[in-house]
């Protein structure tokens, strides 16, 4: 009782109380404590006319009425296993103020809401609009004595003019002399991406750190495949964070996502998702029959884009701004139970962020492609349509630097670009620095050159890949757009196939362990992840791949 907060509203009739306790409720979890009055006898409502029904309450008595707001205040706040906040809607005389600020003292915060008479009457006869009954707005106030008014007004913490505030605008104002608002310098967001161009083994990392993680927050488009390696067996997600199926955190699509509508229901049906975990943004894009037919006649062929439709679907969201072409998460019905209805998105992405904030919960942001393929800072045309840096993920998720925590960036000791299109042609999906194949690196590692051209293909499109020896000048670059906090190597078994038996650090071979020495060296950073192989068998006995060097979790209450 002695750790609660509690809020107590005053005003006029239809000055904002009820609506701006009812937001604090929805938005901040209080508990409200309403008049019994209304709840004792709203029946007598429905069978009498308003005017008798307001005599009836008076019946009751302010000192009764009072009596009883200050003893179910005091009940709830003995519940010692429900801590949350109270907000009292709503009390009338100064002398109901006193009671509860001598019971709480310090913990207690009056806010007291005001406008003119006039638009309180204009609000009044709008939200009675079309009743036949209806009493005069004078009749149903009950706060009218000019002297109580000022001295509610001067007794007041909180004091708001609301005429010219809708109930979100006085929210935020209420809510900012409560502290409820998390500062800016709370850092609990942690950022994976990809370093080089793609396909760098960025799911199975995802996968693994997703057990630490309250929210999974995932951007991007299904042109992006993130394969996962589990005890339930290997799956490619291409809309939902990578392990959706294996954990249990809260699982966000961002505003800046594209969606296919077929593929994001059937990955929401086959890892049994249901509306409690997952949140769609009402502002992501969704990928029409069109774009995939726009992106087919010209990218696939040329530069060997997935033909996905992401980039065309972006491009013309930006062309269709002021047309009804276009249609974002908020317009199909069929993903109501994730995205909410208009005045109820409860998808809202930077809602859900400011509540896990609030909550002090651990998010993982999960970034798509990789930094070499970046519209703007990759090699230009052979990018993707959006900013696979840690910058353009943020974005698109609505996150603000300030929240970040840490920077995970994945890398692989050979570089992948998916196989050249129409290669007779000339044309290319871009450059390698040190083209080779994986039969030159089957050679060099000792692994099977048969098996290792097997397992490359990409995710999405199932094309075969071209591979090149790692590219210093490239991961230096990343390293300088993404100033990662940890490195991620994956596929380390391509440096020595003996790498993929090992589990802890000192069992990689020697050279492996140099590589990793440099790798820290020109990033600055710890490489802290290392993943020894890639396991696409369902039936393998273990599945432990990966050696964990980190000195942090993102448990809560851990860091």
Known sequence: METRQ???????????????????????????????????????SLSMDQPTFIDRRRELGDTQHAHWMLAETKKICADEQDDRPLVVDHLDTLAQVLQFRETFGANLVHVHLYASDNTLQERYRKRVEGEASAAPYDQ????????????????????????????KDTLVRVAARLHLFTPPEIRCVDVLIGGQYGSEGKGNIVSYLAREYDVMVRVG???????????????????????????????????????????????????????????????ATIIEDEDIETERGHLVSTIASTGSGSGAAAARRILSRGKSTIRLARDVDVLRPYVGTPGNYHGSTSDRLEEAYHKGHSILLEGTQGSGLSIFHGDYPHVTSRDTNVAGCLAEAGISPSRIRKILM??????????????????TSGTLKLPTTFDEIAEFAGLEAEVLNAAEKTSTTRRNRRVGWFEWDQFRKACALNAPTDIVLTFADYLKSTNSKAHRFEQLHP???KFVEELERVSQAPVSLINTRFSRDPDAS?????????????????R
């Open 542 to 558: 273990d599945l432990r791949s990966l050696i964990d060097r980190r000195n942090w979790t993102a448990r809560s209450g851990r």
């Open 6 to 44: 509690i809020v107590v509203i005053s005003g006029k009739t239809c000055s904002g109380k009820s609506e701006l306790a009812h937001l604090l409720e929805k938005e901040f979890n209080f508990v409200v404590v309403r008049d019994r009055r209304e709840l004792q006898y709203a029946e007598w």
């Open 140 to 167: 149903v106030n009950q706060l009218k004595d000019p002297e109580e008014i000022n001295a509610l007004k001067e007794d007041a913490d909180v004091r708001i003019y609301t005429e010219r505030s809708d109930s």
């Open 511 to 513: 050279d492996t362990i």
């Open 221 to 283: 488009g299904p042109n992006a495949g993130h394969t996962v390696a589990s005890s339930a067996g290997p799956y490619t997600y291409h809309h939902l964070p990578s392990g959706s199926r294996d954990v249990s955190a809260r699982l966000l699509l961002g505003p800046g996502m594209t969606i296919r509508l077929p593929g994001l229901l059937r990955e929401i049906e086959e890892c049994g998702i249901d509306s409690d975990r997952l949140f769609i943004d009402p502002q």
């Open 410 to 427: 994945v890398i692989r000791p050979m570089p992948i670009r998916v196989g050249d299109p129409d290669g007779d042609q000339g044309h």
